[in-house]
């Protein structure tokens, strides 16, 4: 369907997908193979669905003597999967990796029952409890995934995605103070991330903050300009202020840059009928 580079902290995203069931899938020459199924819901207008992958590098791989530990640009909390076999036995080393590559076939319940062996042996081990948290929400086990989560942050402060992560449960089970605080933390350690800013507009429109709330989500956009996501939420607050023009304004900018969005059909609806209502509401001139 599509194919995309992370940016410079991993992080990635398919912007422009109908709702249905994919499979994301990640082929690196040095790392182990991966496929993680998706469900995008059709229930939501702008359904957004978050997968946290974990790459291992293979085996066999040789690591370049002359290389820097840390390329420039890269996610200086990541730590190679080999490192973990120095810190922790090596029974839950290879429950994880039995994890992922459940996961990598599709064995979601497998992959789990593999991870929660590896944090009993391992309490500590981050890879592990994230994995785990990642595969409890994409089965919608909103408590667990919070608990996993939760454990991850502990585990790993520094890491922004963790926190968003973590907010993005609270968002989903209704616990607003908590999605927002995890959301700041998250923010504190990346600002210029476009789902963070997503998130933030989301929340803060939930929390009737427009203002707040259409700031993020404009940011949201100039950072990522195809989110079509951000910009559909963009027009639904427009439109709870009653800023017609402006929202149709936006449909407008929607369709040319995105005109291949699966969201284009209903925006075009929505756009109609604002433009309609506009020429309706006009007094006609004697």
Do not use: C
């Not at 319940?109 to 994409?138: C, M, T, W």
């Not at 939760?150 to 890491?159: I, K």
């Not at 040319?256 to 309706?280: G, I």
């Amino acid at each position: 369907m599509d194919s995309v580079y992370t940016d410079s902290s991993g992080t990635f995203g398919f912007h422009s997908l109908y709702p249905n069931s994919y499979d994301v899938v990640v082929n690196d020459d040095n790392y182990e193979t991966v496929r993680r199924p998706v469900v995008i819901d059709s229930s939501m207008m702008a359904p957004t669905v978050f997968v946290d992958i974990s790459l291992v590098p293979k085996k066999k791989a040789q690591p370049d003597a002359t290389a820097s530990p840390n390329p420039n640009g890269a996610n200086p909390d990541m730590i190679d999967v080999r490192e973990y076999a120095d810190r922790f036995p090596k029974r839950a080393v290879k429950e994880f990796e039995k994890g992922l590559s459940a996961d990598a076939d599709g064995k979601r319940d497998d992959a789990i029952r593999h991870y929660q062996k590896a944090v009993e042996i391992a309490p500590d081990f981050y890879l592990a409890h994230n994995n785990l948290g990642s595969d409890y929400q994409n089965k919608s086990d909103f408590p667990n995934a919070r608990k996993e989560f939760e454990r991850v942050v502990q585990l790993n402060q520094s890491d922004a995605a963790a926190y968003f992560n973590l907010s993005n449960i609270y968002m989903l089970t209704g616990q607003l103070p908590e999605a927002q605080q995890n959301l700041d933390e998250g923010l504190r350690r990346q600002p210029d991330s476009s789902l963070g800013q997503f998130l933030l507009g989301s929340l803060d429109l939930r929390l009737k903050k427009l203002p707040q709330a259409e700031l993020a989500l404009r940011r949201a956009i100039e950072l990522s300009p195809t989110m079509a996501q951000a910009r559909l939420q963009l027009v639904n607050l427009l439109l709870e202020q009653g800023r017609k023009d402006a929202a149709a304004s936006q449909l407008h900018d929607f369709l040319d840059k995105l005109p291949d969005s699966p969201f284009s059909v209903q925006a075009k609806q929505v756009l109609q009928k604002l433009e309609t209502s506009a020429k309706t509401a006009t007094p006609l001139s004697n």
